[in-house]
Every structure is written in structure tokens, then in C-alpha cells.
């Protein structure tokens, strides 16, 4: 009970019950003008949370592993792994998408509720965007202030946080992440910020250029990429890592560390829930229920 009671698991007890409304109310819809209610027995599976708390430096954060087992109890296909604690949109739409679509993970940082980790190592204040920490490089460039220990605690920490989403047997890497008005898209078209880090980038007509899949280039990415496009969502293609003479940015992002490892990644990318309203939730939803049928079979 309490576990359904914390604030981030607002609108998915909304969403959940709406869905067993659906359920239980389906005899009678389909049965209308009938005397007759049916009970339909539907299994009532609930997630788990494990907390894995971690101390950097003198600061802990706790790498958290959220589980929705399927119906059957299996621990299900899909695993996902958020990197911002404010960006809580996608998470409550990947919470949702894995009840109702056959279990899976979901792997997130609590610290506070920052976009960044705020933490103190040797006395000394930092802090780090926890989706710049994957590489030395990215921390050189993000860690603010710069202290090589201080990059050196980090840096092991981001391994630990990827042990524990199981990085190395994943056969693909499904992020979440909520962009702000001012990031879409259209930033990585010709003449935009990002050009130089897309080698494809594709508007479709279905969202507006905020809701976007940002996919790791090789076989699989560029397979992901033609089939996403082809049904008009909007999609943006990394250009390729080709060590050592890469344009690639090593900017420490878990999708250029993918790239680095030969990973296929695919980050959804949507607008955050505003005014509490749900179609950000749901159009997130609907991305993520798109892009999870298209990979399944990776796991085949």
C-alpha cells in the first residue's frame, strides 16, 4: 500500500487503475443489453523496488531497481535505465509500459531530486551531470570544479551504477529521458547546436520535434532508425564511433559510452509532464510501447 502511496507513483496508479477499470468493465460492454456481469480474473502482479545505496565521497545516492515482473512471475524483456531524478515523466511512462506489456526494469538515481548529482568528496562541494560521468573525457569537460580524485570516484561510480543495470549483457540500451522547450530534434538538423553528432536526423508528422528516439549508429541502430522513421516518428541517428579518428563528441553520455562498447542504445527522448496534465505521460507511452515492440526481438 505504501508503496503506492510515494508521489512519483502519481499518474501511474492512475493510469494502472484505469486499466483494471478497463478490464472489469469489458464483459459489460461487450455484453450490453444483457442481465449478466461476468468476473474476469486477471492476475494482480506487483513491483518491487531493491535500493542499492551508494556513497560518493561524503554524499550517498541510491541506485534504485524498480521490477514489474510479468504476469507469470518471469522478470520480463524490457530494461531501462534513467540517468536525470527530475525527468520523472519517463518513468512513470516506462512504469506504466512494463505492467501492461509483459514485465521488465527500470533502473534510476535518487539524490535528492536534481537534475545533476550535488555531492562532497574531501570536504570540497561538486557536482556532475550524471549523463556526462561515463568517461574520463566527459568529466574533465562537466565535473564542476575539476579534481582528478574527485573524476576518479565518479568515474567508478558510474561503473557500479552500470553492474547494476547489467550494461555488459544487455543486448540493447532503452534510456529515458524528458527534454525542456528549449532541446528537441531540430537542434541536430544542419546549422543546429548539434548537427555535428547526427548523421540522420528525421521530423516526422506524428509528434511535435521534442517527442524523438536518439539512437546509437551500427547495424542495429540504423535498423531501429529506418524502421521508426518509416512510421513517421521523428528519430535522430548519432554519427558513428570510429576510433580513433571519430567526430564523435566524447562528451561522457552513456550513448557515446555505448557507442565506445559496440551497444546499441536507443534513448527516448519526450517532453516533460507539465500542470499535471497526462498526455506527456502518455505520449511517452506511446513512444516507448512503438520502440519496445520494434526491439523485442533482440531478446528472442
Known amino acids: 500500500f505504501f508503496f503506492f502511496q510515494h508521489p512519483s507513483m502519481k499518474w501511474f496508479r492512475v493510469i494502472a487503475l484505469c486499466f483494471f477499470v478497463a478490464i472489469a468493465c469489458s464483459d459489460i460492454i461487450g455484453g450490453l443489453g444483457g442481465d449478466n456481469f461476468t468476473c474476469i480474473p486477471y492476475p494482480v502482479v506487483m513491483p518491487s523496488e531493491v535500493i542499492h545505496p551508494y556513497t560518493l565521497g561524503e554524499t550517498q545516492i541510491n541506485i534504485t531497481t524498480y521490477t514489474q515482473p510479468a504476469s507469470d512471475g518471469s522478470v520480463g524483456l524490457y530494461s531501462f535505465i534513467n540517468l536525470h531524478e527530475n525527468e520523472n515523466t519517463s518513468v512513470v511512462a516506462a512504469k506504466t509500459l512494463i505492467y501492461q506489456k509483459g514485465g521488465g526494469s527500470i ?8 537534475r545533476d548529482i550535488y555531492f562532497v568528496f574531501n570536504g570540497v562541494n561538486y557536482s556532475i551531470d550524471p549523463n556526462r560521468m561515463f568517461t574520463m573525457e566527459g568529466l574533465e569537460a562537466n565535473l564542476i570544479p575539476f579534481n582528478a580524485d574527485a573524476a576518479a570516484a565518479v568515474l567508478e561510480f558510474s561503473q557500479v551504477l552500470l553492474d547494476i543495470y547489467q550494461f555488459d549483457s544487455q543486448k540493447i540500451v532503452l ?16 546549422g543546429g547546436p548539434y548537427a555535428d553528432e547526427a548523421q540522420k536526423v528525421h521530423i516526422g508528422t506524428l509528434f511535435i520535434p521534442r517527442d524523438f528516439f536518439y539512437i546509437a549508429n551500427g547495424i542495429v541502430g540504423n535498423q ?9 516518428f521523428n528519430a535522430v541517428l548519432q554519427v558513428p ?15 557515446v559510452y555505448s557507442a565506445m562498447h559496440g551497444k546499441p542504445y536507443v534513448n527516448t527522448e519526450a517532453a516533460a509532464a507539465c ?6 505521460v502518455v505520449n511517452q507511452l506511446i513512444l516507448l510501447d512503438h520502440l519496445t515492440t520494434e526491439v523485442a526481438t533482440l531478446s528472442q
Not at 533502473?107 to 536534481?114: A, D, K, S, V, Y
Not at 564511433?241 to 550513448?255: K, R
Not at 500542470?275 to 506527456?280: F, V
Request: charged letters at 10%; one cysteine or more; aromatic letters at 10%.
Open 175 to 190: 534510456a529515458l529521458h524528458n527534454d525542456s522547450p528549449n532541446y528537441s530534434a531540430l537542434d541536430y538538423l544542419p
Open 224 to 232: 531501429v532508425y529506418d524502421c521508426l522513421t518509416s512510421q513517421g
Open 107 to 114: 533502473t534510476f538515481l535518487e539524490h535528492g531530486g536534481t
Open 275 to 280: 500542470c499535471s496534465q497526462g498526455t506527456a
Open 241 to 255: 564511433y570510429i576510433a580513433p579518428n571519430s567526430t564523435l563528441t566524447n562528451d561522457g553520455s552513456l550513448s
